[in-house]
């Protein structure tokens, strides 16, 4: 059974940084690209990043609205991805899911973790 | 970047009832279009994927059709279950990956 578990979520300040985690589990992890998605009323779903495989030197691309302020990353001997938040933003307020990718669809995704962004 | 709309913003329908929810691309994404279903408490499912291509496990009471700009996802005999929110995606020109606003499904 394919399982995606994100954690890290939680309150943070604006400017602030935070790292969100997502352990993988009932697939072989490296073959797969792997992405960040969140959510939030005024947003609606909003793709954050995405990062590919090994063989594709672990290409990453970023959505505009975090550019430069997120990086994602992987572990395929965790089989586990990251997003590195920095200079937190009210507007980054969400919940973060992970997904895998296939065939040009994200075929699972995670339970999400909780982003507030606040004083 | 693609557009992804679905101008129906919130749909009620009766058990047993034939559901079409639309979704329209800003342009031609060449069939790369994907349905997502969304539970109240939050959980994301991939329906149909490659407009027409049922993920597994789906029911098949769900289907999905469409070409160029415009596609639907069309529920037969609507169950309790089905009670979500319906979201398309657009998978041709990566990234970004973008979504529709969603349509909500409620029960009449």
């Known amino acids: 059974?394919?399982?995606?578990?994100?954690?890290?979520?939680?309150?943070?300040?604006?400017?602030?940084?935070?790292?969100?985690?997502?352990?993988?589990?009932?697939?072989?992890?490296?073959?797969?690209?792997?992405?960040?998605?969140?959510?939030?009323?005024?947003?609606?779903?909003?793709?954050?990043?995405?990062?590919?495989?090994?063989?594709?030197?672990?290409?990453?691309?970023?959505?505009?609205?975090?550019?430069?302020?997120?990086?994602?990353?992987?572990?395929?001997?965790?089989?586990?991805?990251?997003?590195?938040?920095?200079?937190?933003?009210?507007?980054d307020t969400g919940i973060y899911y992970c997904t895998r990718c296939n065939s040009y669809a994200m075929d699972y995704w995670g339970q999400g973790t909780s982003v507030t962004v606040s004083s | 970047d693609i557009q992804m709309t679905q101008t129906t913003s919130s749909l009620s329908a009766s058990l047993g009832d034939r559901v079409t929810i639309s979704c329209r691309a800003s342009q031609d994404i060449s069939n790369y279009l994907n349905w997502y279903q969304q539970k109240p408490d939050g959980t994301v499912k991939l329906l149909i994927y490659y407009t027409s291509r049922l993920h597994s496990g789906v029911p098949s009471r769900f289907s999905g059709s469409g070409s160029g700009t415009d596609y639907s996802l069309t529920i037969s005999n609507l169950e309790q279950e089905d009670i979500a929110t319906y979201f398309c995606q657009q998978g041709n020109t990566l990234p970004p990956w973008t979504f529709g606003g969603g349509t909500k499904l409620e029960i009449k």
């Open chain 1, 1 to 91: 059974e394919v399982k995606l578990e994100e954690s890290g979520g939680g309150l943070v300040q604006p400017g602030g940084s935070m790292k969100l985690s997502c352990v993988a589990s009932g697939f072989t992890f490296s073959n797969y690209w792997m992405n960040w998605v969140r959510q939030s009323p005024e947003k609606g779903l909003e793709w954050v990043a995405e990062i590919r495989l090994k063989s594709n030197n672990y290409a990453t691309h970023y959505a505009e609205s975090v550019k430069g302020r997120f990086t994602i990353s992987r572990d395929d001997s965790k089989s586990s991805v990251y997003l590195q938040m920095n200079n937190l933003r009210a507007e």
